[in-house]
């Protein structure tokens, strides 16, 4: 028997072993992207801000790597500009739609009755509209802007984690650890912090990481359609939006953040399946 085992435990640990190199490698791409955000203003060969009209729509050379736009900016530094507003608007989206969304499912399911009743008809609410079309009408009636456009996509995405939380929490409820430690005499809040969010965390953390490329595209989307981030703030989406005329005569203006964008989102969806797989328990026996 135990030479029947052997071959299923090497395949198991190289498995384990290539999800483990993948999760570096992407986990890593995707911390590069997010060092390189943060000190974008001492990226950007020029100031993305700076007109210069003698070098309007100037095609890629080596002065300028991507080009310039209408207004003669350097487009490089303005897409690496760009993501400080595109990333990390994302990234306080997810988790601020994670980490709220969590603590109403942990209270609907610890709660019960009424309290979870209301907080579910709400959420059923929400996800009954189409989540795009309800940002949308949030973001015109709140105006334009980074922070209304988080909003308005916080306001449609949370239901998600309050469900996920609250079915997590339902499941653990019924464990033989937890009826311990009440039986223990452990309070609510010592419960929920010792036993409820060290459970729950692994699926919360796998959703959000698939939820950055989305969230991502969303924002970008609705500054697209000029209810996100304002001219001349560089943001990806607005600045397709701001130069979308000029694609067919000068592409580069507007395929510059358009490939920003799918690259971003790629890293971060690719790190998300590679989390999803490491914390499968069927690839960690």
Not at 23 to 44: K, N, R, T
Not at 53 to 81: F, N, Q
Not at 145 to 165: D, M, Q, T
Not at 252 to 268: C, E, H, K, Q, Y
Request: aromatic letters at 10%; a positive charge.
């Amino acid at each position: 028997m135990s030479q029947a085992i052997a071959p299923t435990i090497r395949v198991q640990n190289v498995r384990q072993n290539r999800l483990q190199r993948k999760l570096w490698f992407f986990g890593g791409l995707a911390i590069l992207l997010i060092l390189a955000s943060f000190f974008s203003d001492y990226l950007c060969p020029y100031d993305p801000y700076l007109q210069d009209m003698s070098m309007t729509k100037a095609a890629p050379s080596a002065e300028h790597l991507l080009g310039t736009d209408r207004y003669g900016r350097d487009m490089l530094s303005r897409v690496i500009a760009g993501s400080k507003t595109s990333i990390f608007s994302t990234l306080l989206l997810v988790s601020f739609i994670a980490v709220f969304g969590s603590i109403i499912g942990i209270i609907c399911a610890w709660a019960g009755k009424w309290v979870d009743t209301l907080l579910m008809r709400l959420s059923d609410m929400f996800l009954a509209f189409p989540g795009l079309v309800f940002a949308l009408a949030v973001a015109a009636v709140l105006g334009g802007g980074v922070h209304n456009a988080i909003f308005a996509l916080a306001a449609i995405s949370w239901p998600k984690y309050a469900r996920l939380a609250r079915s997590q929490t339902l499941a653990l409820q019924s464990s033989t650890f937890m009826q311990a430690a009440k039986m223990a005499g452990s309070g609510t809040c010592k419960i929920i912090r010792k036993h409820v969010l060290p459970n729950i965390a692994g699926p919360i953390l796998v959703t959000a990481m698939l939820d950055i490329g989305t969230m991502m595209m969303e924002l970008a989307g609705l500054s697209f359609l000029g209810l996100g981030a304002k001219p001349p703030i560089p943001e990806w989406g607005s600045m397709m939006s701001d130069t979308r005329n000029l694609l067919p005569t000068q592409p580069w203006v507007t395929l510059s953040p358009g490939f920003a964008i799918f690259f971003s989102v790629m890293i971060f969806n690719l790190l998300g399946d590679t989390v999803r797989d490491y914390l499968d328990p069927k690839n960690r026996k």
